[in-house]
């Protein structure tokens, strides 16, 4: 078994999981998504008890349902909110909280919220990015970690890191329900390894051993990939 095989069998494992023990949440079906889950707000509430989240004042934020309590957990602790557009098609938006009216920070926090309240920004405009926090559909207490399979997130990193947006020590962390955290899980040169895992419970640190690309590795991309998102041409054209 391939393993591309094997990452699919993981997330088909999950996904069932989620659904069976009742702690999938809206939007459905889950299958095929970064999944939303019962004690996503807790989780969130959870990153506070990190010191470099707490410090953070430029946060990237995956823009999936689950980290949605993230982005607005992010705002009204001030910090300037990096969001990637879905499927990267538009770029990034940039949230300043200062810029918000507090009663508008839950509706900012999700991505129609983020076009209207965000502003589009190039990524090598953004301020250095201080802390990740990515969704996942299963990840390993050694930080190993799979999404929905398409690779947006591991893209949106490589880009920022060839940019010098991020670097090999800015934290990565997903936020999970307990159910998602699974065994072993393979590793490919693309992927990026997370530094914490937390969930409604608590805070799991991976003391991952695993490195992280240091850019986009271009002959890894697909034509269709390169065609869907317009900052990939542009900077591959440079």
Not at 187 to 205: A, C, K, M, Q, S
């Amino acid at each position: 078994m391939s393993l591309r095989e094997q990452k699919h069998r993981i997330r088909e494992q999950v996904w069932a999981l989620l659904v069976r023990e009742k702690v999938a949440r809206p939007p459905f079906p889950i299958r095929g998504r970064i999944p939303n889950f019962v004690g996503a707000e807790k989780a969130a509430e959870n990153l506070l008890q990190l010191g470099p989240f707490r410090s953070a004042r430029t946060v990237k934020v995956s823009p999936d349902s689950p980290q949605r309590p993230v982005r607005e957990l992010c705002l009204r602790l001030g910090k300037k909110l990096v969001m990637p557009t879905p499927r990267l098609r538009e770029g990034f938006l940039l949230l300043e909280p200062s810029k918000i009216s507090e009663h508008n920070y839950r509706h900012a926090s999700t991505i129609r919220g983020g076009y209207t309240f965000g502003e589009k920004v190039e990524p090598e405009s953004l301020d250095i990015i201080d802390f990740i926090v990515v969704g996942s559909v299963a990840v390993s207490r050694g930080g190993a970690r799979v999404g929905k399979g398409e690779g947006y997130s591991e893209i949106e990193y490589a880009l920022l890191r060839m940019l010098g947006r991020v670097s090999e020590d800015t934290p990565v962390t997903t936020t999970v329900h307990p159910l998602q955290i699974v065994g072993e899980i393979p590793v490919e040169e693309f992927d990026v390894p997370v530094d914490y895992i937390v969930t409604e419970l608590g805070v799991v640190v991976t003391n991952t051993m695993f490195s992280r690309p240091r850019g986009i590795i271009w002959r890894l991309l697909s034509n269709e990939k390169m065609g869907e998102i317009p900052l990939l041409r542009r900077f591959k054209q440079t």
